[in-house]
């Protein structure tokens, strides 16, 4: 009897040490991640599954090399065919928007809809990134990685598509990929993160296959709503600005003197009004003089029949985008190509039904988004962004100043537009989050440019804890730790989370910023009084990390409602 014990004792414990080889490492507790990363993600190869096998875009030395030598050529010809043309924009547009194409030619879609290239392809695998080489490591995003760090590898999956082609046949895919993870990891529920143009899938992917199968989704820095970007330049809405081209140089130049430099000499030229009616002037000349043929000859026969690129045109552009590149163009579009594109336009108009329809069958859905950037230099619109979506976008809907502006009511409480019971107000009057399509489930950082997510300097703290998440949970859940309003110190390359109902300059928290709190701040300026923790993050308005007397005449200033 005790030897069958035995036997039976130690057949169950090799069982069980054959379980623990056999079964996924997720099941002990971290929930697998799905990440979905932007445009230009994943890598393109051409003749793919071929000897002659090439990598599009490869980055390298010599790929930028050489896009450095011909385009240098192209436009040192161009200008001077130019000049000796006496302004002959189409001599210039023979030089230069030859070279262009040639980077273009490879990935563009022909206006029907069909690729120009046929042969073009790319990797997909559904093994986790704990069997990814390090080449293939180094490409994955900060999402990707941080959650490794945090739950390990083996828990991270990254799905690769094609960025060009239609949303909604990239959610398919999306849709196989995420059951193959589920069958891998014997989970019920995944996570995911969407990042930049990822978000169009991941919307796509809700509408046609809803919540079910997954746990937490983070749109983060999402293009799900569109950018300017894209609509300026499918509406022909494009000016060239002195003063966004020099905010856009200084947001570049991330302690280069170089482009610091550049910006001085730009600011010099757009506070000087003879200089930028001589220069800029000739400038802007200068670009819409080559846009006809840039169009003609460049963006119609390459993009307007990219279905990736019409889901990132927001929807109130989408008509008119149609109407300036086929009709004003004599094109006729394509009755299955329009049909195409207008199904994903009309997911993107009806997004907030389609996540209330996934967070109805048990996913948690969340926005974590970037402001107080400039955006492309492209048109004279100074939108509150993170450097490549505007943050009204990104958030689907909030109320956000003008970049370097404030909402209106400096030195007392801005009134949110719609009132729920809670303030959905960023400290420094910026942001009315009250009015996006999900104000309880959408974060905000200041000066988080799009790809700057990082692990070491707390910008990705927000999104882990929102992954991690075993309820749901929204922006008063820990208001604390994770309130909806977080500051990215650019000099500190620090993120933290800033606190709630306080005003910017109201050091002496009376709820009002007044004489009163200038006078308090030349003293916690001066070293008379230290000041408070709260005191540094609502005074120090320059957001250098320190208290001066620079933050003291800015308070003084907003307590006098003019600029600072």
């Known amino acids: 009897m005790k030897t069958t014990k035995r036997i039976v004792c130690l057949t169950l414990a090799l069982i069980m040490a054959g379980l623990a080889f056999v079964m996924p490492v997720s099941a002990a507790g971290a929930t697998p991640l799905v990440m979905i990363d932007g445009i230009g993600s994943t890598k393109l190869y051409k003749n793919f599954g071929t000897e002659e096998e090439e990598l599009i875009f490869s980055g390298d030395e010599e790929f930028i090399k050489g896009i450095i030598e011909d385009a240098g050529g192209a436009l040192l010809g161009g200008l001077i065919s130019f000049g000796i043309g006496n302004k002959d924009f189409d001599a ?58 945090k739950h390990g590898e083996e828990n991270v999956y990254n799905f690769t598509y094609d960025w060009r082609a239609d949303p909604i046949e990239n959610a398919n895919q999306l849709n196989e990929f995420i059951s193959a993870v589920k069958a891998k990891t014997n989970c019920k529920k995944v996570n995911m993160v969407a990042m930049s143009q990822g978000s169009t899938v991941a919307l796509a992917y809700l509408n046609a296959f809803g919540g079910h199968h997954l746990k937490n989704i983070v749109f983060a820095a999402p293009a799900w709503q569109g950018t300017s970007t894209v609509g300026d330049v499918f509406t022909n809405n494009l ?26 000499i730009i600011s010099f030229i757009a506070t000087y009004d003879g200089l930028t009616r001589e220069y800029l002037g000739d400038l802007n000349g200068f670009v819409t003089g080559i846009l006809p ?54 997911i993107q108009v009806n997004a907030k039904s389609v996540v209330e329809n996934a967070m109805a069958h048990g996913a ?33 809907g909030a109320t956000c100043a003008k970049y370097l502006q404030s909402n209106k009511d400096w030195g007392k409480i801005y009134t949110q537009k719609n009132k729920d019971g809670h303030n959905h107000v960023s400290w420094d009057a ?42 749901r949970v929204t ?90």
């Open 293 to 346: 043929r840039t169009y003609t000859d460049s963006l119609i026969p390459y993009f307007v029949g990219m279905p990736g690129m019409w889901s990132l045109c927001p929807a109130e552009d989408y008509e008119a985008g149609k109407e300036f590149l086929f009709d004003s163009h004599g094109l006729k579009i394509d009755p299955e190509y329009e049909k195409k594109i207008d199904a994903y336009h009309d």
């Open 239 to 264: 000016e060239l600005d002195a003063f966004t081209l020099e905010n856009y140089l200084v947001q570049l130049a991330n302690g280069s003197a170089t482009t610091h430099i550049a910006a001085f």
């Open 92 to 149: 210039l547009a023979d030089k230069v928007l030859p070279v262009v194409n040639k980077y273009l030619a490879d990935i563009g879609f022909n206006p029907d809809g069909t690729p120009v290239n046929e042969t073009i392809g790319f990797y997909r695998t559904t093994e986790p990134v704990s069997n990814y080489t390090e080449e293939q490591k180094a490409g994955l995003s900060t999402f990707a990685l941080a959650y490794a760090e």
């Open 364 to 396: 948690n859905f969340y926005i974590v988004c970037g402001y107080n950037c400039q955006m492309p230099p492209i048109s004279p619109e100074y939108e509150s962004s993170d450097a490549v979506i505007e943050t009204r976008y990104m958030s689907g």
């Open 430 to 471: 910026k942001v009315d989050a009250s009015t996006c399509m999900f104000p309880e489930y959408t974060w905000f950082i200041k000066n988080q440019q799009h790809n700057n997510y990082n692990l070491e300097n707390g910008s990705m703290d927000i999104v882990l804890w929102l992954l991690d998440s075993n309820e």
């Open 475 to 564: 922006v008063t859940t820990d208001i604390e730790n994770y309130p909806q309003f977080w500051l990215h110190n650019t000099y500190k390359r620090t993120t933290k989370p800033m606190p709630v109902d306080e005003i910017l300059g109201d050091v002496d928290s009376s709820t009002a910023v007044n004489t009163l709190d200038a006078r308090l701040a030349l003293k916690l300026a001066s070293g008379q009084i230290t000041p408070s923790e709260l005191q540094l993050l609502i005074g120090d308005i320059d957001e250098d990390g320190e208290f001066s007397t620079e933050d003291a005449r800015s308070i003084l200033c907003i307590a006098a409602g003019v600029d600072y």
